[in-house]
């Protein structure tokens, strides 16, 4: 299948990043390549940085990236090894990091990566396909405690407990195997008035497992400082986020970026020492417009959020 992902905010990220024609640009989740080429366009003497845990994405970007080979350094790795990445290439310094931290339109709808609840897959979600754990695997070996915490604190889903005592009591049976077996048992746990009223039922429980199986918000979460730290003067990072959970871990980070002082609010003067790092550009996050939410549904729960290092 093509690698077809509509870039999200791509207008907004290109403004927020202010992109110097000689400067060293980083996009920490490449995908294919959307945002990576409008930042390309508008380098001279620049250079882009690219990365992606997906093979599929990394093939897709390099051939779209192709008229600005001598300009861009494609790697497959995960952007939270983003600093070892470029000190391997002997970048210390860079003018600005872009991340979409969205699962991509490719990765949705292709049925063997088994990321969707639409469709009748093998449960797999990884991101990473050289990884070895599954989400098959991870259903049917965390106990119901470690499912019961993971759909409650990932997905955000009041039916945690009955979900993850239903997968129980299905393994029981039989091995969980496929996105469609799991849909079904997840159905089986909310009340059908409740589903009536509500979204997908098996949305926030897939969306959990993801995470999990990722270690999306750890990865974030222990990597934004170290990103932060990696621009130069003047330098931005903007990074789109698609649920509450992202985006509070950004909101957070860049706040204590801007506002690092760790001394009594009722000290006269700071004794800490810890200076500011930068200033938040977007005091709120950035949202897509009107026309783009119609044409694209999966970017109607974007936010952007950017930071500019001082």
């Given at each position: 299948m093509e690698f077809k992902h509509r870039s999200v905010l791509l207008k907004e990220c290109i403004e927020g990043l202010n992109i110097r024609p000689d400067g060293i640009y980083v996009d920490g989740t490449l995908g294919g390549g959307g945002h990576s080429y409008?930042?390309?366009?508008?380098l001279a003497s620049g250079r882009l940085?690219?990365?992606?845990?997906?093979?599929?994405?990394?093939?897709?970007?390099?051939?779209?990236?192709?008229?600005?080979?001598e300009k861009t350094t494609v790697i497959r790795s995960n952007y939270t090894e983003?600093?070892?990445?470029?000190?391997?290439?002997?970048?210390?310094?860079?003018?600005g990091i872009l991340l979409d931290l969205g699962v991509s339109s490719y990765q949705l709808d292709t049925l063997e990566r088994g990321f969707s609840y639409k469709y009748d897959a093998p449960l797999?979600?990884?991101?990473?396909?050289?990884?070895?754990?599954t989400a098959k695997e991870l259903v049917n070996t965390y106990s119901e405690a470690e499912?019961?915490?993971?759909?409650?604190?990932?997905?955000?889903?009041?039916?945690?407990?009955?979900?993850?005592?239903?997968i129980v009591a299905a393994r029981r049976q039989k091995p969980i195997e496929t996105t469609g077996e799991?849909?079904?048992?997840?159905?089986?746990?909310?009340?059908?008035?409740?589903?009536?009223?509500?979204?997908?039922?098996?949305?926030?429980?897939?969306?959990?497992?993801?995470?999990?199986?990722?270690?999306?918000?750890e990865g974030l979460e222990n990597s934004l400082d170290e990103m932060i730290g990696l621009?130069?003067?003047?330098?931005?990072?903007?990074?789109?986020?698609?649920?509450?959970?992202?985006?509070?871990?950004?909101?957070?980070?860049?706040?204590?970026?801007?506002?690092?002082?760790?001394?009594?609010?009722?000290?006269?003067?700071?004794?800490?020492?810890?200076?500011?790092?930068?200033?938040?550009?977007?005091?709120r996050p950035i949202v897509p417009s009107a026309e783009e939410m119609a044409e694209n549904k999966r970017s109607k729960s974007a936010k952007l959020r950017i930071f500019e290092h001082i």
């Open positions: 409008e930042i390309c366009r508008r940085i690219g990365i992606d845990r997906d093979g599929a994405a990394i093939e897709a970007a390099s051939d779209r990236l192709s008229p600005f080979r983003m600093k070892a990445r470029l000190l391997e290439l002997g970048i210390e310094k860079v003018q797999d979600m990884r991101m990473d396909q050289r990884q070895a754990m499912l019961f915490h993971m759909i409650r604190n990932y997905g955000e889903d009041r039916f945690a407990k009955n979900i993850a005592k239903h799991l849909t079904e048992i997840i159905k089986r746990a909310i009340p059908m008035k409740v589903q009536a009223s509500m979204g997908h039922p098996a949305k926030k429980t897939f969306q959990a497992i993801r995470i999990a199986l990722n270690g999306e918000l621009l130069d003067r003047g330098g931005r990072i903007c990074i789109i986020t698609f649920h509450s959970l992202e985006d509070r871990i950004v909101k957070n980070a860049f706040r204590r970026a801007e506002n690092p002082c760790t001394c009594p609010k009722e000290f006269p003067v700071c004794v800490c020492g810890k200076k500011p790092l930068g200033t938040v550009i977007t005091r």
